[in-house]
């Protein structure tokens, strides 16, 4: 990737973005009306973009970088929620927003408007998380009790390893020291058999990228189970039986690849993985994000199935990472991507019916809709949402945003242009 050499259509927008509402000033929570992307171009497809990713995310980076976030997060919970909500909402709005915004903050600096917004942003997150796991400090987050940890202490190392020059490298001895010992003490619990097993060996999987100790039978056992739950045409059961829902895009194949593809870089330790075994991983990835690219409707809606739909834009992890690796197949362009999720992000984060009055997202899908929230589902939860913003991580001069708006695949179906057909794959 090379370094961004020229303004991407946000001056002026976030000149007026910090003056009427105080984004990135210290004590103001931004409250931001964003404009229809209706034949925009790649450059304000990118500002849209970057100011919904801003809006979740700032509350939750700002008061963990000023000990705040324990005091101010709301603890709303869904009808039949049965976890201790203090012991694991914060770490999960920590670590699940940390992943969306992760490639993002690891694209170098520069001094467009976008290119300081970033700055502010990542050197907020640093101070927040050093505070996360200082004993002294108001924020210190949870590792020790409750299962859920296992499941947020692998979006942070997710996020670590999406973003090792912008978020690891730079935290100081003692930071990462206590990170490391946090992920350890998690060996001593198990979750649920389903995806959860891919998170703890994404975390092992982190451990053995920075050359600490780790648990190649959590590793090993996940990428068995893995191989074993496979269905067919790029579908993972969750667990022995096949739920229809959004897991295959929260968790399964992006943690899955990229937990295989550390696993062959060279550091010490035995690999049981081989390129076959990525390139497998890989390509059923790229399948499912055709999948994904295909539910957008024309008018950028998308279905409210399965469980954990409050987790909103995460529904489109593969979609996005497939675009940020360049990945796509040829029969989809970059720009029929970036043009169906503006529409989304649009319609979820245009107005302010998924935030409450303080920023905070709601309980919901479109709307403040408790009733949608699951057993698990507290506010922390919902920041999952970020993760349908990865090809942020993508300069502003790649061709995902400079190429022309183009129609995505759903769009040109329903206006009688030529789609190319469907049809299985078998990997």
Not at 55 to 65: F, S, W
Not at 74 to 102: I, M, W
């Amino acid at each position: 990737m090379t370094h961004i050499q020229k303004k991407i259509g946000l001056s002026g927008i976030v000149l007026l973005l910090v003056a009427v509402t105080g984004i990135g000033q210290p004590g103001r929570n931004p409250k931001i009306k964003l404009v229809n992307p209706a034949g925009t171009t790649g450059a304000q497809d990118r500002a849209l973009w970057v100011k919904s990713l801003y809006k979740i995310a700032y509350p939750v980076v700002h008061n963990l970088a000023e000990g705040t976030l324990k005091k101010n997060l709301p603890l709303e919970q869904g009808p039949s929620y049965n976890l201790v909500v203090k012991d694991v909402t914060y770490l999960e709005a920590v670590g699940r927003t940390v992943a969306g915004v992760a490639p993002w903050l690891e694209l170098p600096d520069d001094q467009t408007e976008e290119g300081l917004l970033r700055a502010k942003m990542r050197k907020e997150l640093l101070q927040g998380l050093k505070n996360a796991v200082d004993p002294a400090n108001p924020d210190c987050l949870n590792f020790k009790k409750q299962s859920q940890p296992i499941v947020d202490a692998a979006y942070l190392s997710h996020a670590f390893l999406r973003a090792p020059k912008a978020l690891w490298q730079p935290l100081d001895t003692v930071t990462k020291r206590r990170y490391i010992d946090a992920f350890k003490s998690l060996r001593t619990r198990s979750g649920a058999y389903n995806n959860w097993l891919v998170f703890a060996a994404l975390t092992e999987g982190f451990l053995r990228y920075i050359g600490e100790d780790y648990d190649p039978v959590r590793i090993d056992y996940a990428l068995n189970k893995m191989k074993d739950w496979y269905t067919g045409d790029s579908w993972y059961k969750d667990g022995d039986l096949f739920s229809m829902d959004y897991y295959n895009s929260y968790v399964i194949h992006p943690m899955l690849t990229d937990l295989i593809g550390t696993l062959l870089e060279k550091r010490p330790g035995k690999v049981h993985v081989t390129a076959a075994d990525y390139e497998t991983a890989l390509r059923r990835m790229v399948r499912h994000a055709e999948f994904l690219e295909r539910i957008i409707a024309p008018d950028g809606t998308y279905p409210a199935f399965g469980r954990s739909v409050t987790y909103r834009t995460a529904a489109f992890q593969v979609l996005g990472q497939v675009a940020l690796m360049e990945k796509l197949p040829e029969h989809i362009q970059p720009a029929q991507v970036r043009c169906a999720l503006t529409k989304v992000f649009s319609n979820m984060y245009e107005g302010n019916q998924n935030f409450d009055a303080n920023g905070w997202l709601v309980l919901g899908f479109n709307g403040h809709q408790p009733m949608m929230a699951d057993v698990y589902t507290s506010t922390g939860s919902l920041y999952m949402a970020t993760l349908g913003f990865l090809p942020l991580g993508l300069p502003a001069g790649n061709k995902f945003w400079t190429d022309p708006p183009a129609d995505w695949t759903s769009k040109k179906a329903w206006s009688g242009q030529p789609v190319k057909k469907d049809y299985k794959v078998e990997y």
